[in-house]
């Protein structure tokens, strides 16, 4: 499968990636970066503008002399189709090639339902969406909520999600979608699109960034030099299944016993929030559960802000457990920032408060004197974004190989 740009020359996509990634955006900097002439450059330049690549972007800062021409990368040049396939519902977009999107729409949707109705499904409303759009597609970006072994592109004994165990969804979503696709582990690909959103590109480049999503699942994203860490298999910040001292009675989804989103993971809270309101340990569960038949965790966030005290406690032990383990990996990884998605650390200040105050005490003082411990803005605006740029990154790296 082959995208739009396949045909292109290799010097022209190495040229316009360099611009695109904003690692060189003069006619110089181009030259330095590729060691190729500055007339060999002004041609290549000619030629992306020519293909609808790039486009003139005013001058850079002289540096005495006459201030010199910069380029930039035209996302709006085409389409990238996004699917974030999450526990109870499908999220599709589809995106420009910088991720910002065009069109989307949210699914109520198990992932139960097992991949060949999921991936069909996503692909039929993809093509739908698609048809009103003008620019060419390029290539779609899968976020999936399992880890993904690197060398297949596949899931890994995913422990949510029944039959999705090294099911092929490239295979199986290209000539459904007729456009390359890549694939890639829920957290990671929200780091890649929280990164591209870092204001300049030397901080970008030396980015040493934790995102750390407690959702449904627990896990991290991790981000070195500006470089995500994948590990040897892919298998890296995957923490949801360590184990959590004093817990060894607490069953988890994965079939072990004391996993630390068994004690701190959103369906670990959803399972004693329920218990709690049928109890009638919690007035404010209770209602919510007697109103709507059911519970989500923003339930226990509305239920903390108002100070009802189950919720409290259950937000505090959630947040114990998930300050203790991150406290370790801050030790071991001594990241510049730790950014926290998910609707309990994205609703709730005193999650972040009890989280920041137990790495703050047991992480070594060199590790946190200049660490920031944040909030993420929106978790699922930063998975369409990192979507769109796997997706795109493969493009060009397949391109220009
Ligand atoms: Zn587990």
Redesign the pocket.
Known sequence: MSSPIAAIDTDVLLTVNLIRTGRAITRQQLARMTGMSRNTISSLINTAIDAGLIAPDGSAPSTGGRAPATWRFRQEAGLVLAVGVHTSTLRLAVTDLAGQPVERRTLDWPITRGPEATLTRAAEELQDMTRRHEPPVWAAGVSLPGPINQETGRPSSP?IMPGWDDFDVVGTLEPALGVPVATGNDVNIMLLGYASTLPDQGRRESANILYLQVGTGIGVGIMSNGHLHLGAAGAAGDI??VQVSGTDSVI?????TG?L??VAGGWALLRDAHRAAVEGLSPHLKECLDRRGELTVEDIVTGVNAGDTECVTLMVRSATAVGDALAMVVSFFNPGRVVLAGPMPQGCPMFLDVIRRIVYERALSLATTDLEILPADSGLDDELRGCALLAVNSVFTAATA
């Open positions: 422990p949801g299944h988890c989804r994965c079939g072990r996993c989103e068994a």
